[in-house]
């Protein structure tokens, strides 16, 4: 069987894994991002332990990177990466030579929704807004079936829209960017600033050091009944709410699919989301609001997506499975 290996390139973790033609993981590797303030060849060594990792030895017949950033319309370089150090980088082709196997390129939400809108959540359905929320958002449009990438192939930037003036500083550059409070990183930085504010199990958790918290140690306190994680995925559901009535009032989609690894939590994300959707978008009495589901393949949509890309340079194109 042919040997194809999706990588998913975010801002704290490398996960690569080899993906059947179902999109079932077989297998998976993890490693650590280091940031961006680093050298790039610190990240690609990452990328380059956990392909390996993944092929045990075995030839690979195809890399498929979905990466946290700005990738050109050719698929050829990441341009710009809020959360990693490729500025302008020819990633395809460095890690091409480097690996000595076919790699393909794309932004991860463009492989997410390509693995949703292909054998996922999206499956049959004409226009799709993706939404993934992980350190940051990222996001990807499927309208008329078709992976819309947009002339300088950055389409689904949703993440860096202004929703709050002179807001929260981000890493883009910019300020009151909609990820500033609405992702992985926002949810940790309400709860952090709780702690110590009143009774929560997350200080026990963290060990008392809310630096130490992270955005799964919160999901778990929200399923046990914490108030200050619930607290926390109720502002990151009401924020992403109100950001999705944004897309869905410009592109009037069928449906929204919400994934990354915050929406590991479910309908501790999704329900306030789904409040904040219909309390805010315009014209909602009068309308099909559309349905905000969770991604089929979860956080795992990049990769499965990555090993699309890598089997079939079509989609590079954009191109769906028919």
């Known amino acids: 069987m042919s040997l ?34 680093v050298d790039t060849a610190l990240v690609e060594q990452a990328l380059t332990e956990a392909v390996a990792e993944v092929a045990g030895g075995r030839p690979v017949d195809g890399v498929g990177l979905a990466a946290a950033g700005f990738v050109d319309a050719a698929g050829e370089r990441v341009m710009f990466a809020p959360h990693l150090p490729w500025q302008g ?65 950055m389409a689904g930037e949703f993440g860096h829209a202004q929703v709050v003036p002179e807001g929260r500083p981000c890493e883009c550059g910019g300020a009151g960017c909609w990820e500033q409070y609405a992702s992985g990183n926002a949810l940790v930085r309400h709860a952090r600033a709780r702690i110590g504010a009143e009774p929560t199990v997350l200080e026990q958790a963290c060990d008392g050091d809310p630096e130490t918290l992270t955005g799964p140690m919160v999901t778990d306190a929200a399923v046990r009944g914490d108030r200050v994680a619930l607290g926390a995925f109720a502002s990151v559901g009401d924020w992403l709410g109100v950001g999705v009535a944004n897309l869905v009032a410009a592109l009037d989609p069928d449906l929204v699919v919400i994934g990354g690894g915050v929406s590991a939590a479910g309908d501790l994300l999704l329900e306030p989301a789904r409040r904040a959707l219909a309390r805010s978008l315009v014209g909602a009495a009068h309308r099909d609001v559309p349905q905000v589901v969770r991604a089929r393949f979860g956080p795992e949509a990049g990769v499965v997506g990555g090993a699309i890309l890598a089997r079939d340079a079509e989609h590079r194109a954009g191109r769906i499975w028919s």
């Open 89 to 153: 980088e020819d990633v395809r082709a460095r890690l091409e030579e480097r690996w000595g196997t076919p790699v393909a390129l794309d932004n991860d939400a463009n492989c997410a929704v390509l693995a949703e809108a292909t054998l996922g959540a999206g499956r049959g359905v004409a226009d799709v807004v993706l939404v993934t929320m992980g350190t940051g958002i990222g996001g990807a449009l499927v309208l008329d079936g078709r992976v819309r990438r947009g002339r300088n192939g």
């Open 4 to 37: 194809h290996i999706g990588v998913d390139v975010g801002g704290t973790k490398v996960l690569a894994a080899e993906v059947d033609p179902d999109g079932t993981v077989l297998r998976t590797a993890r490693r650590s991002t280091p940031g961006r303030r």
